[in-house]
């Protein structure tokens, strides 16, 4: 068993793309792939590989590489994908509806199971197989259901307020695209905060450093 309690962030970082790229592996039937290979599909080099995944005890065997299904198996369950944690979304204008629609919850340890917004043009409406019911609910909707993970797709002004009463509701873990970076200060609750901008920035990065070699 992954020995996965005191891990640097870097590695853990690394590790969602490990389990997507042995994912794609399973699919096309790979049976076992040596560091050398996984890390010339990867771009990473071998002993990096080997580094980081035996921070969680290994998995290869020398003169073997990696089972890949093993490998997949493992790292899927020190990310939690076996555990489909109870999910609910928060705000259902462009993003929210987006999110619900086109992210595989199932796939990544998760189940999407309530969808809530404010407005009152759009509770009832149907996204995928869920209605958006009103925020108002979203007490007796947690009470009932035992939701862990939110995703906020919620006006910046109004996340820390749902923040803190989803997690006096149980909550503990945030995927938070609010444009707000949440910090809670309570113990044993996750935040991931999402900028897509960020990421953009870090290629405009990219293309001035190529921009003022040219
Ligand atoms: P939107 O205006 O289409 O949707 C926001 C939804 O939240 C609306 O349906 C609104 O009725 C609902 N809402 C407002 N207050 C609420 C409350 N107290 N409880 C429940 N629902 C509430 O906006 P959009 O484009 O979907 O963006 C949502 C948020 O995500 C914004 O804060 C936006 O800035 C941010 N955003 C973040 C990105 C990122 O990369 N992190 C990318 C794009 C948008």
Redesign the pocket.
């Known amino acids: 068993m992954a020995k996965n309690g005191s891990i640097s962030s870097s590695v853990i970082k690394r590790l969602p793309r490990y389990y997507r790229f042995l994912g794609e592996l399973k699919k096309q039937g790979v049976d076992r792939i040596s560091s050398r290979e996984l890390s010339a599909l990867m771009k990473l080099t071998a002993s990096q590989i080997r580094q980081d995944l035996n921070c969680f005890g290994g998995f290869g065997q020398q003169g073997y590489g990696y089972h890949v299904d093993e490998l997949h198996g493992e790292i899927g369950k020190i990310l939690g994908v076996d555990k489909h944690f109870k999910t609910i979304l928060?705000?259902?204008?462009?993003?929210?509806?987006?999110i619900a629609t086109h992210i595989n919850f199932e796939t990544r340890g998760c189940r999407l199971i309530g969808i809530?917004?404010?407005?009152p043009d759009?509770i009832g409406k149907s996204v995928g197989n869920l209605q958006i019911r009103h925020?108002d609910e979203i007490e007796d909707f947690c009470r009932e259901n035992s939701p862990a993970v939110a995703v906020l797709?919620?006006?910046?002004a109004?996340?820390q307020?749902?923040a803190d009463k989803l997690v006096s509701l149980g909550l503990k873990a945030f995927w938070?695209?609010?444009?707000?970076d949440l910090s809670i200060e309570y113990e044993n609750i996750v935040v991931e905060?999402?900028?897509?901008?960020?990421s953009l920035l870090t290629l405009t990065y990219g293309a001035n450093i190529i921009d003022n070699s040219d």
């Open positions: 928060i705000g259902a204008g462009n993003l929210g509806r987006a809530f917004d404010i407005n759009i925020v797709c919620i006006p910046k109004t996340t307020e749902i938070n695209f609010s444009h707000y905060n999402v900028h897509l901008g960020d």
